[in-house]
């Protein structure tokens, strides 16, 4: 089982981690292995996946960060139109090309009214 394992993980060159290379083991070689064990055997060969995180924490408060002013202190109801703009931006990732949208909104248009009936 050991050398399974290891022809699994140098072939896909650390990529699977213990759950992957179980599941291909199960599928292909039709190897009936429990993770827990697939994950012991790993770590005695001291084979370990390459991961990469997927999120970027960022933080407000880090140096060169401008961060705007607390204009609406939570106060999300406009009187008239035009009175209040918010935007998001939010960032889709599409091949090796990162798109952004943003879309902004008028909160006098987005006031929900609560129907008591």
């Not at 931006?89 to 952004?100: K, N, P």
């Not at 909104?105 to 609560?114: E, G, P, T, V």
Request: charged content about 25%; some cysteine.
């Amino acid at each position: 089982m050991k050398k399974l394992i290891r022809e699994r993980y140098h072939q896909y060159n650390g990529i699977y981690g213990y759950s992957q290379i179980q599941l291909f083991m199960m599928h292909v070689h039709g190897v009936l292995a429990n993770h827990k064990k697939v994950l012991r055997l790993m770590q005695e060969m001291g084979l370990q996946s390459r991961t990469h995180r997927k999120w970027r924490k960022t933080y407000a408060s880090s140096a060169g960060s401008r961060v705007a002013e607390n204009l609406l202190q939570r106060n999300f109801k406009a009187g008239r139109p035009n009175q209040k703009w918010v935007t998001d931006v939010t960032q889709y990732r599409v091949l090796d090309t990162w798109l952004y949208l943003s879309e902004i909104k008028d909160l006098y248009n987005c006031q929900r009214q609560l129907n008591p009936h």
